[in-house]
């Protein structure tokens, strides 16, 4: 028997560097996991639009976005998300924790190293990392 309710709409960043880590951000809140800026497409607001606004909040750098990686549908025992995840490229700005309290650490790490623990966005760093664009995944998380 599937879930019944619609899927919330999020978005995350695939941010690398001239060496090839991948942008992460800690939360500060929760399990203070990492993973790359995520977070809600808003109503009225593109994934695309969603993205770039989550990326300046969490990190403080304007970016552009490249291209879509992949999408994942992401089913828990009682909520589904659709995750938009996309290949960014940083415009403006050098990452920077915000001043709202939401981010406890930023930094670029070697995808191949990854600190722990990982929030749910974070699939999308292996997808990212290969270079392929256009995936779907169906994926369930314990949540």
Same mark, same amino acid.
Request: charged fraction near 25%.
């Given at each position: 028997?599937?879930?019944?309710?619609?899927?919330?709409?999020?978005?995350?960043?695939?941010?690398?560097? =001239?060496? +090839?880590?991948?942008? !992460?951000?800690?939360?500060?809140?929760? *399990?203070?996991?990492? #993973?790359? $800026?995520?977070?809600?497409?808003?109503?009225?607001?593109?994934?695309?639009?969603?993205?770039?606004?989550?990326?300046?909040?969490?990190?403080?750098?304007?970016?552009?976005?490249?291209?879509?990686?992949?999408?994942?549908?992401?089913? =828990?025992? +009682?909520?589904?998300? !659709?995750?938009?995840?996309?290949?960014? *490229?940083?415009?403006? #700005?050098? $990452?920077?924790?915000?001043?709202?309290?939401?981010?406890?650490?930023?930094?670029?790490?070697?995808?191949?190293?990854?600190?722990?623990?990982?929030?749910?966005?974070?699939?999308?760093?292996?997808?990212?990392?290969?270079?392929?664009? =256009?995936?779907?995944?169906?994926?369930?998380?314990?949540?």
């Amino acid at each position: 028997m599937g879930i019944k309710v619609p899927p919330t709409l999020t978005c995350t960043a695939l941010i690398f560097d =001239g060496a +090839r880590r991948i942008l !992460l951000i800690r939360e500060n809140y929760g *399990e203070r996991r990492y #993973g790359p $800026p995520a977070g809600a497409v808003e109503p009225a607001e593109t994934p695309q639009e969603a993205v770039v606004r989550e990326v300046f909040e969490e990190t403080c750098v304007d970016v552009r976005v490249e291209r879509l990686v992949a999408l994942y549908h992401s089913r =828990g025992r +009682r909520q589904r998300w !659709l995750t938009f995840a996309f290949r960014c *490229e940083i415009e403006r #700005g050098t $990452p920077t924790i915000p001043t709202t309290g939401e981010i406890a650490e930023i930094g670029w790490f070697d995808p191949s190293d990854l600190p722990e623990p990982l929030t749910h966005s974070a699939r999308a760093i292996a997808d990212g990392v290969v270079g392929e664009f =256009g995936i779907v995944r169906d994926v369930f998380v314990d949540a």
